[in-house]
């Protein structure tokens, strides 16, 4: 058992978790349910199931929750793409959330062939 805080990946998707609720204070408030709702689960879904695999016993259930965490990572990158296409982030944010993302899912993916060798 490690401690998820030495993780890169689950500080950086920590990280982009605090970054998504600052971006969706200027969401529209009708949105409150829908896509504000869908975005903070999904994003903290990430950190929140790497911490959870690294207390796990095996190698394997960790692989498990970081599967997990890598799918959330996936539903992520579309919602930040359609609350770009409907007007909620301006380009420029959403290319930075973007790219935030990715290097999570390239890390995650990395981590989880690591833990699976």
Avoid: C
């Avoid at 605090?18 to 994003?43: C, G, H, M, W």
């Amino acid at each position: 058992m490690q401690d998820y805080r030495e993780l890169i990946v689950w500080q950086k998707s920590h990280a982009f978790v605090l970054s998504i609720y600052s971006s969706l204070l200027t969401f529209p408030k009708d949105e409150v349910f829908n896509l504000i709702s869908q975005l903070k689960r999904a994003s903290t879904s990430i950190p929140t199931n790497i911490a959870e695999g690294t207390g796990r016993f095996t190698q394997k259930d960790f692989a498990s929750y970081l599967q997990v965490a890598l799918g959330s990572s996936h539903e992520v990158e579309y919602l930040i793409l359609l609350s770009k296409d409907l007007g909620f982030l301006n380009p420029e944010l959403y290319q930075l959330h973007a790219q935030h993302i990715n290097e999570i899912k390239a890390m995650l993916i990395s981590l989880i062939k690591k833990v699976r060798a």
